[in-house]
């Protein structure tokens, strides 16, 4: 662990991710340096604070990549095969898909990354130090990922408040079509009918209440990021809508055919889970703590974690201890406590063996 | 005019809207009677400051129905055919859906009513006197309305605070099909197909971040009234949900093949009308007053509010000002100034010939 004044991080990109990653950073006592291919941008990520230093730094031990989708996997991949930079930099990226950009990256000391903030504002003026703070941000380690990289990476996250989920690339990429890209795409599609209608009834807007407004507020954002998002997680967002379009056309029909039980029980089904949604950052009343002796080899992380995802349970924290012999780690899961019996037992069947206790 | 000691109105029906109209009618000096069928809701109204007493009032002059809306034509009409009531009792009501209701009430002193406030939360626990200033609220004279007995009921509204909108029962309901019914019916679709996945991705509830939140508020409210609204509005709903679909299918079908440019077009298009959403009340820059001699029969106020609708001039606010001679009456219009021209001339060409001036 290098000392509190040492740490150097590096961010390329600075947009509103990039710029608020570089604010909470220097809140926390690093020393950011970094660049934008819009250089006037950087400039500016300098002036407010962002930025220490426009440029790069061979010192710094962690590189957020915060550029445009598509340019992320060359970038990552310049800053891990420079051999003039410390051989235990560990790289991560900000965008919302993760599949293809870990498999053309590809590297042990590559982490992808998808903090879920901040989307429908764009730019350096929306940067904000709070940002992450109690927003989720998915990790998405592979079988090939750096134990160790992924821990000083999982500390940094967490230290800037943010709830780290730690997900399979695939996982991650399936999850947001549902949570966030067809939601997307429909909130869109709806501000599109109503506005072909406003054409024609110049009331309809005024009709628009919160309800309504609630609901599109997504669609306000920058469109800009989408066509990379849908082309490189297509497959997940057709499958999803297919699902969403499908249950649709049967809600339609329920209307159509004047199916007053089905309604009632397709909207009682919605409004319990709903309510159950939790609130953000919320954790269950229970957790339990395991604790894995676990070799400190590749595959072990995400092994895991599939596992747990696998059985179903929510890991609410996660993290590594070493012990004296190097060949040696501790896996520190922290699970809710209704999961830790099952997911001990599942550990046990893989020559795992774990201690297992009750958090207050 | 009666004074402000003597106004008298009846609520019939203390739920959330009926308990919230108690509140703010009494905060204005109104002496409000009414009754629930729930006859401890009643009681409680009463505790609760939202009625002055449980019980009729024969003298009241203004009457709203916040029962269930399969109760409300049944009630409304009681009360209009009610021989020992005041003769220019004006009663309203506060439902979803409009036309079914005022087909079937069919009476000069009924106007369907629709206060768009309020439909996430159910109950007098909820009820709040504030819960009308700046939501629009719908007024459905037809052509047999009263003219007078709709202006009673429009500054009754108007001095809740609401912003009144003036729409044909048919309209109103073709228009909040587009804006609030199939949108709810969405956003509890979305909810169940996130609610499917997560029995088998426990992450998938931590992924749902702000965005996912805000579409799906609206699917937390209580399901008990939505088969009625779906019944009652089922051709307006069906009509706007198969437009819908078709768009969301087209959406499906750019991310499927690709077309980022469609994908582009669309989310840009989008985006431009989201951030064009008027905010809650607001109004242009610049207002134009039309004052137009009419007969004081029943029709002209349809008849010429239907006319603005067509040509789509938004009435910012409606009036009658009464003349000495009982049989001529001044309507006020108040419209967007860019629409005064051609409302002036349609009007023109129908025997309605108004004087014009622009508002500061």
Same mark, same amino acid.
């Given at each position: *662990? ?14 509103? !991710? ?17 660049? #934008?291919l819009d250089e006037t941008r950087a400039k ?27 340019? +992320? ?13 410390? &051989? =235990?930099? +560990? ?10 950009? +870990?498999?053309?990256? #590809? ?8 903090? *879920? ?10 940067? =904000? &130090? ?12 592979? &079988?090939?990922? =750096? ?5 000083? /990476? ?31 795409? $429909? ?27 609630? *609901?599109?507020? $997504? ?12 082309? #490189? %997680?297509? #497959?997940a967002i057709v499958a999803a809508f297919d ?7 049967? *809600?339609?029909?329920? +209307? ?6 089905? /309604? ?27 604790? !894995? ?20 349970? %929510?890991?609410?924290?996660?993290? !590594? ?23 001990? =037992? ?15």
């Amino acid at each position: *662990m290098t000392s509190r004044s040492e740490r150097r991080a590096l961010v390329v990109g600075t947009g509103l !991710i990039g710029g608020s990653l570089g604010l909470a950073l220097r809140a926390q006592g690093w020393r950011v340096s970094g660049w #934008d291919l819009d250089e006037t941008r950087a400039k500016a990520a300098v002036e407010r604070g962002v930025l220490d230093a426009v440029g790069d730094d061979l010192g710094a031990d962690v590189a957020f990549v915060a550029t445009p989708v598509s340019t +992320v996997a060359a970038v990552a991949r310049r800053l891990l095969d420079d051999p003039g930079r410390r &051989p =235990d930099l +560990v790289v991560t990226d900000v965008g919302g898909v993760k599949a293809p950009v +870990v498999a053309v990256v #590809d590297h042990p000391r590559f982490v992808g990354g998808h903090p *879920m903030a901040g989307s429908e504002q764009l730019g350096l003026d929306g940067a =904000d &130090p709070g940002l992450f703070a109690g927003a989720a941000w998915v990790l998405t380690p592979t &079988p090939t990922t =750096d134990l160790a990289a992924f821990e000083r /990476l999982r500390t940094v996250v967490t230290a800037l408040g943010a709830d780290v989920v730690v997900l399979p690339p695939e996982d991650h990429d399936r999850l947001v079509a549902v949570v966030s890209h067809v939601p997307h795409l $429909v909130a869109a599609t709806l501000v599109n009918a109503a506005a072909d209608d406003a054409v024609h009834d110049a009331a309809l807007l005024r009709l628009a209440a919160g309800g309504f407004r609630d *609901m599109t507020r $997504v669609a306000a954002g920058h469109p800009g990021i989408w066509p990379d998002v849908c082309t #490189d %997680n297509a #497959d997940a967002i057709v499958a999803a809508f297919d699902r969403v379009l499908a249950e649709l056309g049967a *809600m339609r029909d329920r +209307v159509a055919t004047g199916d007053r039980e089905g /309604l009632l029980g397709a909207l009682r089904r919605a409004s319990a889970a709903r309510r159950q949604l939790p609130a953000r950052g919320a954790r269950p009343a229970r957790l339990t703590e395991l604790r !894995i002796p676990v070799p400190d080899r590749q595959g072990v992380l995400a092994e895991i974690t599939s596992l747990a995802g696998t059985l179903g349970a %929510n890991i609410y924290d996660i993290g !590594i201890a070493h012990s004296a012999e190097a060949a040696q780690g501790i896996l520190l899961l922290v699970v809710d406590a209704g999961d830790a019996g099952g997911l001990r =037992d599942a550990l046990a069947d893989r020559g795992y063996h774990c201690t297992v206790q009750e958090l207050s």
